[in-house]
C-alpha cells in the first residue's frame, strides 16, 4: 500500500513544479495544502500520465430563517460517508461472521477484543462499572469512526475526514453534550450547579474560581478537537513536503534522503491513527468520569 500513495504524492508534487514556458502552476506548498483542506472537489490522478478524472459536485444552498446555509457535498464529507459505510459493514460481518460460536474467530474476535478492551480498560476504570454499561456504545462508536476515517486517508486519493476541524470540532460538541448530560443525570441539575466549584474554597475566591471553572468545561472538548486535528493533518503535510523536496531542490538524488523519510512517516500514520483513537476514546470517559463523580 506505501508504493502507490508514495506514487500518488510524487504525481501531485511533480505536477506543483512549473516547468520553462508553459502556464502557471501552483507551487510545491499550494498544492500539498490543496490536498490537506477541504473542497467541492473530488479527484483521482492516474499514475505516470497527465491525466485526471474530477468530479465537480453541485451546490446545495438551503434558505434557513433568511440565511443561506451550505450543505453541499464536500471531500471530507464523501470520504467520511464511505469510512462510516466501511465501519457498518465490518460490524455487520463480524456479527455475521460470529454466527451461534461461542467464541468468535477472525474479524469477530478482533472487534470483540477491542470493544472488551474499551469497556473493561477504558469506561469501567474511567467511569465505574453503571456507567461503563450505559456509555460503552458510544466510545466504541467514537473509536471505530476516528480508526476508520484516519485509516482510510492513508490510501490514494482519499482523504481524511478527521483532518478537518469541522468534523473533529463536531466529535468534541457531542463529548461536551454528553459529558453534561451524564453529571446532570447523576447529580441532578442542582449538584452540578453546585459541584462547579469545589468544595472547601472560600467565599472570596469564589468571583475567581467560578470562572476558571467554567472555563474548564469548554477547554476539555475544545483540546480534543484541535489535538485530533492536528495529528491527523501534520503527518499528511510532512509526508508530502518530504517528497516535495525532490522538486524544490531540483534533484533526483534528493529521494535517497526523502522517500525513506516519508515511508518512515508513513508507517507512523498507521500508529498515530490508533494512537489517537485510544486518545479521544479514553479523554471522553475520563471527562464523562469526572464529571458524573465529581467527588
Given at each position: 500500500?506505501?508504493?502507490?500513495?508514495?506514487?500518488?504524492?510524487?504525481?501531485?508534487?511533480a505536477?506543483?513544479?512549473?516547468?520553462?514556458?508553459?502556464?502557471?502552476?501552483p507551487t510545491v506548498?499550494?498544492?500539498?495544502?490543496?490536498h490537506?483542506?477541504?473542497?467541492?472537489?473530488?479527484?483521482?490522478?492516474?499514475?505516470?500520465?497527465?491525466?485526471?478524472?474530477?468530479w465537480?459536485?453541485?451546490?446545495?444552498?438551503?434558505?434557513?430563517?433568511?440565511?443561506?446555509?451550505?450543505?453541499?457535498?464536500?471531500?471530507?464529507?464523501?470520504?467520511?460517508?464511505?469510512?462510516?459505510?466501511?465501519?457498518?459493514?465490518?460490524?455487520?460481518?463480524?456479527?455475521?461472521?460470529?454466527?451461534?460460536?461461542?467464541?468468535?474467530?477472525?474479524?469477530a474476535?478482533?472487534?470483540?477484543?477491542?470493544?472488551?478492551?474499551?469497556?473493561?480498560?477504558?469506561?469501567?476504570?474511567?467511569?465505574g462499572?453503571h456507567?461503563?454499561?450505559?456509555y460503552?456504545?458510544?466510545?466504541?462508536?467514537?473509536?471505530f469512526?476516528?480508526?476508520?476515517?484516519?485509516?482510510l486517508?492513508?490510501?490514494?486519493?482519499?482523504?481524511?475526514?478527521?483532518?478537518?476541524?469541522?468534523?473533529t470540532?463536531t466529535?468534541?460538541?457531542?463529548?461536551?453534550?454528553?459529558?453534561?448530560?451524564?453529571?446532570?443525570?447523576?447529580?441532578?441539575v442542582?449538584?452540578?450547579?453546585?459541584?462547579?466549584?469545589?468544595?472547601?474554597?472560600?467565599?472570596w475566591?469564589?468571583?475567581?474560581?467560578?470562572?476558571?471553572?467554567?472555563?474548564?468545561?469548554f477547554?476539555?472538548?475544545?483540546?480534543?478537537?484541535i489535538?485530533?486535528?492536528a495529528?491527523?493533518?501534520?503527518?499528511?503535510?510532512?509526508?508530502?513536503?518530504?517528497?516535495g523536496?525532490?522538486f524544490?531542490?531540483?534533484?533526483?538524488?534528493?529521494?535517497?534522503?526523502s522517500?525513506?523519510?516519508a515511508i518512515?512517516?508513513?508507517?507512523l500514520?498507521?500508529?498515530?491513527?490508533l494512537?489517537q483513537?485510544?486518545?479521544?476514546?479514553?479523554?471522553?470517559?475520563?471527562?464523562i468520569?469526572?464529571?458524573?463523580?465529581p467527588?
Amino acid at each position: 500500500m506505501i508504493a502507490p500513495v508514495l506514487l500518488q504524492c510524487l504525481v501531485l508534487v511533480a505536477g506543483a513544479t512549473e516547468a520553462p514556458g508553459a502556464e502557471h502552476k501552483p507551487t510545491v506548498a499550494e498544492a500539498v495544502f490543496e490536498h490537506v483542506t477541504d473542497s467541492r472537489v473530488i479527484e483521482f490522478q492516474v499514475p505516470l500520465i497527465d491525466k485526471r478524472w474530477e468530479w465537480r459536485t453541485p451546490d446545495w444552498d438551503v434558505d434557513v430563517a433568511g440565511h443561506h446555509v451550505d450543505l453541499s457535498i464536500t471531500k471530507h464529507l464523501f470520504w467520511m460517508w464511505v469510512a462510516s459505510l466501511l465501519l457498518v459493514a465490518a460490524a455487520l460481518l463480524a456479527k455475521r461472521s460470529r454466527g451461534k460460536e461461542l467464541v468468535p474467530k477472525g474479524g469477530a474476535n478482533l472487534i470483540e477484543m477491542v470493544v472488551l478492551f474499551i469497556r473493561d480498560d477504558i469506561a469501567v476504570k474511567n467511569m465505574g462499572a453503571h456507567l461503563a454499561e450505559r456509555y460503552t456504545p458510544y466510545l466504541c462508536t467514537v473509536f471505530f469512526f476516528i480508526l476508520f476515517c484516519a485509516l482510510l486517508g492513508l490510501f490514494p486519493y482519499t482523504a481524511t475526514a478527521v483532518g478537518n476541524v469541522g468534523v473533529t470540532a463536531t466529535l468534541a460538541g457531542l463529548t461536551f453534550l454528553l459529558t453534561q448530560g451524564a453529571a446532570m443525570r447523576e447529580l441532578g441539575v442542582g449538584g452540578y450547579f453546585g459541584h462547579l466549584v469545589p468544595a472547601g474554597v472560600p467565599l472570596w475566591l469564589y468571583p475567581i474560581m467560578l470562572p476558571v471553572e467554567i472555563l474548564g468545561l469548554f477547554t476539555k472538548p475544545f483540546a480534543l478537537c484541535i489535538r485530533l486535528f492536528a495529528n491527523m493533518v501534520a503527518g499528511h503535510i510532512v509526508i508530502f513536503f518530504l517528497l516535495g523536496l525532490i522538486f524544490i531542490m531540483n534533484t533526483p538524488w534528493m529521494g535517497v534522503v526523502s522517500v525513506p523519510f516519508a515511508i518512515g512517516i508513513y508507517l507512523l500514520e498507521i500508529f498515530v491513527a490508533l494512537v489517537q483513537s485510544y486518545i479521544f476514546t479514553m479523554l471522553t470517559s475520563l471527562f464523562i468520569g469526572m464529571a458524573a463523580h465529581p467527588h
